[in-house]
């Protein structure tokens, strides 16, 4: 089904999982620390230039990313013979739906703060939009964060497989 996947060795289609995870969780952890960051520092400039960078890394390493992780997840379950119809997986399918879900919505806002941010860069303040816009931009990091983090403990334990 994927002719240049499909004739690469395991141990390079694993490798390309474990880099593409980590990838994922780095990108996401280095966004959400840099936002956070900025915005405590109340610098529209600053905030500007760092909602316009995680966007960019959204773009270029997060949505890549989000493609390579399931295709080269199903090609190793299919190499180790892992069952599709198990509840192990249904469980991680389901995790990885549920954060990539928190995720679009959480690119939606950042689009959003990118442009407030923008268009406010010369200002001394940000309008009170952008504070409740961020706290919801901070509440969809935490619950594709936390969707990330049950998928890495369900990839380390397999329970039920």
């Known amino acids: ?46 905030i500007a230039v760092t909602t316009r960078n995680a966007v960019r890394a959204e773009w270029f390493i997060a949505a890549p990313v989000a493609v390579i ?10 190499q180790l013979g892992y069952p599709l119809q198990s509840l192990w997986f249904y469980a991680v399918a389901g995790l990885y739906i549920v954060a990539g879900m928190f995720w679009v919505y959480l690119v939606k806002a950042e689009l959003k703060l990118r442009d407030i941010a923008a268009d406010h860069s010369g ?8 504070g409740g816009l961020f706290r919801r931009w901070t509440l969809l990091a935490a619950g594709s964060f936390a969707g990330v983090l049950a998928i890495f403990w369900l990839m380390v334990f397999r329970p039920g497989l």
């Open 69 to 78: 992780q399931p295709t080269t997840g199903y090609l190793l379950m299919l």
């Open 1 to 46: 089904q994927f002719p240049i996947l499909g004739t690469m060795s395991p141990e390079l289609i694993r490798l390309l999982h474990v880099v593409s995870s980590a990838l994922m969780f780095g990108v996401g952890v280095g966004a959400f620390w840099f936002m956070v960051t900025t915005v405590r520092s109340a610098n529209p400039a600053a």
């Open 123 to 130: 200002s001394l303040a940000l309008p009170d939009e952008f």
